[in-house]
T-cell receptor
Framework: DVKVTQSSRYLVKRTGEKVFLECVQD?????MFWYRQDPGLGLRLIYFSYDVKMKEKGDIPEGYSVSREKKERFSLILESASTNQTSMYLC??????????????FGSGTRLTVV | QKEVEQNSGPLSVPEGAIASLNCTYSDRGSQSFFWYRQYSGKSPELIMFIYSNGDKEDGRFTAQLNKASQYVSLLIRDSQPSDSATYLC???????????FGSGTKLNVKP
């Protein structure tokens, strides 16, 4: 089975801290994604990457950055954490190419609380 | 802005009944359509996907797609209490390998 591993299940950080959320997948997938999930708002795409060193902004990139130095690892960085970034963060990967896609495999999520 | 709309529910059905979950999307350029199930406190897991108009069956699940009406649905036959979860509809636009999600429909299957 494809595994997508997120380094932390629960995280509490202080306002203004720099926060790193790590995601590793073990199936050689090209595509990796970061979403946040909030009640009533669903999943919203923050950033995604189709290849090493490549990154694209999603719908809500403000306040976030990403890094993909190796194919299997995609990191989300909160440059200066704020309380409105308190959320569930979900990493996903997929092997879709071009027209066809086979859907995401999600990590178990990181519930981040910024105090 | 791409929009994927789902009724938030909760949708309550008795055990053994058919649950019908619906999703509409805003852009005719949509290519593929996925259904995910998310149990409370867990991450979404893929149930099935559909690319072409019509029905696609997988066990107790049937996905139905009507591109002209911009409508996709998920039917769950012989619903079980273990099916109680939030069901997320996801739509992929054009050839980009990223999805837009609806906010989900919460399903309760009562024993």
């Amino acid at each position: 089975d494809v595994k997508v591993t997120q380094s932390s299940r629960y995280l509490v950080k202080r306002t203004g801290e720099k926060v790193f959320l790590e995601c590793v997948q073990d199936m050689d997938h090209e595509n990796m994604f970061w979403y946040r999930q909030d009640p009533g708002l669903g999943l919203r795409l923050i950033y995604f990457s189709y290849d090493v060193k490549m990154k694209e902004k999603g719908d809500i990139p403000e306040g976030y950055s990403v890094s993909r130095e190796k194919k299997e690892r995609f990191s989300l960085i909160l440059e200066s954490a704020s309380t409105n970034q308190t959320s569930m963060y979900l990493c996903a990967s997929s092997e879709g190419q071009g027209e066809w896609d086979y859907g995401y495999t999600f990590g178990s999520g990181t519930r981040l609380t910024v105090v | 802005q791409k929009e994927v709309e789902q009724n938030s529910g909760p949708l309550s059905v008795p055990e053994g009944a058919i649950a019908s979950l619906n999703c509409t999307y805003s852009d005719r350029g949509s290519q593929s359509f996925f259904w995910y199930r998310q149990y409370s406190g867990k991450s979404p897991e893929l149930i099935m996907f559909i690319y072409s108009n019509g029905d696609k069956e997988d066990g107790r699940f049937t996905a139905q797609l009507n591109k002209a009406s911009q409508y996709v649905s998920l039917l769950i036959r012989d619903s079980q209490p273990s099916d109680s979860a939030t069901y997320l509809c996801a739509v992929n636009w054009y050839n980009f390998n990223k999805f837009y999600f609806g906010s989900g429909t919460k399903l309760n299957v009562k024993p």
